[in-house]
């Protein structure tokens, strides 16, 4: 069968199930279970309005539950046993982490991870962050918008090919078809340089593809915050005969830190999930790992799913403390 | 805002440069790769793609025709062509018989050839071979020839990689795969979402609260932790690797961010008019259809947008849930990732095929990017 084909059915079999669980179910609630009409309508009615509630969110609470809450507590529980030969698991304590803890590559992740943490939220904030107030103050500004935000459509994996052509190297003596080779000779550069086999420097060398990605973002949520400060108050420093910096530092800064923090933590979750930048680029060569692709490595190359589960903990726990931080938000909210 | 109370900004200038600088700076890597696709690989290989919009002078290494075209005028023997092949061309700068000179005549020149005879090239390629006696051997002379080309571009790329190529260059199958994993994985994690979203929002129930707060936390949860207890769980039900996986792993992994902003969007709904349906007599199923999904549009096209972009650039799920030792359900991504590491070089291939999985989302990106900058902004700005 044609894969066009073959797509388009299972398309409509999946869609049509879908809907069909609730029209069904909603039916079978009302007219079968609990039928508003008899003796019993009034009583039938509040009992089908005690359950439709959980009629309506049965399937996404089984997803969540299933395919997030689960895998947690699983992967907590795989990372403290071992696999034994011919199948099953014994339980081995914290030994999987002590492994994780003697490995070089583990902590080469880790530091890479810090320099991730540290360096792509910050870049792509204040890139982001000066797009947004140059854009705001000119006539073309929304078509330059789009044009920073496109590569958020970009696959991470057609990120990595458009910067390791932007990377390439040609032996000496030829055409370098790179561009920063192709500078960097031009500059004076005694030989072509490959970029991404240079320990340590080749990681930012990968950190450019993510903030190149996230600036964008940045961009459109940050210059929303600056649309959205009072008027007044600028209206108010520029009577006081305050300069462009010093009403962009003093007044509109402190007014959109909130938004800030907020882009500057999506953002991290990010990087601590890069995964296809590093994977498609150098796959972790030349001391450029980090934790999702030692984990990749450790779970599907070494088949090691007790370091691997642990290593996936130690993401977890990263991420955290901003989960809390969010949890916490989210619920101050509410009240 | 800054030209209130009649001063101009002195610095519009300085801005406008500086945006235009930081749009060259964004878009230009993109353009590399675009250009790149529509280059041959011995162009890619012979200049920078920079330089591909200007005419570039190159050396070429040109045949004349073979002896056994020679035709006989009076006395003499005479092979005459052109040295370019059909639909190339080029104005001729210098030209020579030898490579070690290849700069030593001039268009219109005419050369003694070693083995006997002269030629004459003008500038447009053109040769006249002259001999008193016959010319002889199996092929043409030899002209190194410097030419200054018009830029030169191709599609036989992209013909090549969606419908010619063989093996890895082939992306159309990967095209069909990633669609197939897309849609289904868009539209299935939305309608389920949004059922819950509704009941979250408009309905009361004890535990609300709870719930809301954990799909709140779950949205953070790095799908890393996921892989192996759902690969275990996927073998364990016997669904294995395939379709039905990924989609069921796409549809788990989206539904807290759709329902965190379906809920948040349809909360802001009036409350009236959801109020006088219900006493009118309608069912939470027919408030549900008739009413809130309708007005949840902008909601919904924001998340679709956002499902769809992360399915179909996705490579992480369809590695683990997806794609099996055979390589029949490969997806665009992976193929991508396979040819960076089997065809590093073969720069024309390697952009075309990027570009073929890029542009589908890129043209989502430019039609939707209103729903899309709307969501970003319901789903982070609080």
């Known amino acids: ?335 | 805002m800054d030209n209130i109370a009649g001063t101009k900004s002195t610095l519009t200038w300085a801005v406008n440069l500086s945006v235009v600088a930081l749009v060259f700076l964004w878009l230009f890597p993109t353009l590399g790769l675009f250009v790149s696709s529509f280059r041959t690989g011995d162009q890619i290989s012979a200049s920078g793609w920079w330089k591909s919009m200007f005419p570039s002078e190159q050396n070429y290494t040109l045949r004349s025709a073979a002896p056994d075209t020679q035709v006989q005028e009076g006395a003499l023997y005479v092979i005459e062509g052109n040295l370019f092949a059909e639909g190339k061309g080029g104005e001729i700068s210098v030209w020579g018989i030898s490579s070690k000179e290849i700069d030593s005549f001039v268009p219109g020149d005419t050369a003694e050839l070693r083995k006997g005879g002269t030629v004459t090239v003008d500038a447009a390629g053109n040769y006249r071979m002259e001999n008193t006696e016959p010319f002889e051997g199996s092929r043409g002379t030899r002209v190194f020839v410097t030419a200054v080309s018009p830029p030169e571009f191709t599609t036989e790329n992209y013909g090549r990689v969606l419908f010619s190529g063989s093996g890895n260059d082939k992306m159309a199958k990967a095209f069909f795969n990633t669609l197939t994993v897309t849609i289904p994985a868009t539209i299935i994690p939305i309608v389920v979402a949004a059922f819950a979203a509704y009941a979250l929002a408009w309905m009361d129930f004890r535990g609300r609260a709870l719930l809301i707060a954990m799909v709140v936390g779950l949205l953070v949860v790095p799908l890393q932790l996921a892989l192996i207890p759902l690969l275990k769980f996927h073998n364990g039900i016997g669904i294995g690797k395939g379709y039905l996986g990924v989609w069921m792993a796409h549809t788990g992994f989206g539904l807290p961010l759709a329902i965190y902003l379906l809920r948040n969007y349809m909360v802001g709904l009036p409350r009236d008019i959801i109020e006088n349906a219900r006493v009118d007599g309608a069912t939470d199923f027919q408030v549900f259809t008739k009413i809130i999904l309708p007005l949840s549009f902008p909601a919904l096209a924001s998340f679709a947008i956002f499902q769809f972009l992360w399915t179909w650039n996705d490579l992480l799920v369809a590695k683990v849930f997806l794609i099996d030792a055979t390589g029949e359900t490969t997806v665009m991504t992976n193929q991508i990732v396979e040819l960076l590491g089997t065809r590093g070089g073969n720069w024309e291939i390697l952009a075309t095929a990027a570009f073929v999985s890029i542009a589908v989302p890129l043209g989502v990106f430019f039609a939707m990017q209103k729903y899309l900058v709307r969501g970003l902004l319901a789903g982070s700005v609080k």
């Open chain 1, 1 to 335: 069968m044609h894969p066009a084909l073959q797509g388009l059915i299972t398309i409509i079999v999946g869609v049509s199930g879908c809907i069909g669980y609730f029209y069904f179910s909603n039916q079978f609630l009302d007219k079968v279970l609990f039928p508003a009409r008899g003796p019993n309508i009034g009583r039938n009615i509040n009992r089908a309005n005690l359950v439709r509630p959980w009629l309506f969110l049965f399937p996404a609470l089984l997803a969540l539950g299933l395919y997030l809450a689960y895998p947690v507590v699983e992967t907590l529980r795989l990372s403290l046993t071992e696999r034994v030969a011919g199948g099953g698991y014994t339980f081995v304590g914290l030994d999987n982490y002590k492994q994780l803890a003697i490995e070089p590559k583990f902590w080469e992740a880790v530091r890479n991870n810090l320099f991730w943490l540290l360096i792509v939220p910050a870049a792509s904030t204040v890139f982001g962050l000066l797009a947004a107030q140059l854009t705001d103050r000119i006539k073309w500004g929304n078509l330059a918008k789009s044009l920073i935000f496109m590569p958020m459509a970009i696959s991470f994996v057609g990120a990595a090919v458009i910067w390791k052509l932007v990377y390439d190297a040609r032996p000496m003596g030829q055409e370098q078809i790179g561009v920063l080779n192709a500078i960097y000779v031009a500059l004076g550069g005694d030989e072509p340089m490959t970029w991404l086999t240079i320990p340590f420097w080749n990681n930012f060398f990968l950190m450019v593809v993510l903030v190149w990605i996230q600036t964008g973002f940045a961009m459109v949520i940050l210059s929303a915050a600056l649309r959205g400060i009072p008027e007044e108050t600028i209206e108010a420093a520029i009577v006081d005969g305050a300069n462009p910096f010093q009403i962009f530092f003093k007044i509109k800064l402190p007014q959109i830190s909130g938004t800030i923090v907020v882009v500057w933590t999506t953002i991290t979750l990010v990087v601590l999930k890069v995964f296809d930048i590093v994977f498609a680029m150098t796959n972790g060569q030349w001391e450029t790992q980090v934790l999702a692709n030692y984990m990749f490595d450790k779970l599907f190359r070494a088949n090691d799913w007790g370091v691997g589960s642990a290593s996936a903990m130690v993401i977890m726990l990263l991420v955290l403390p901003i989960l809390v931080w969010n949890v916490h938000n989210a619920r101050k909210e509410m009240r």
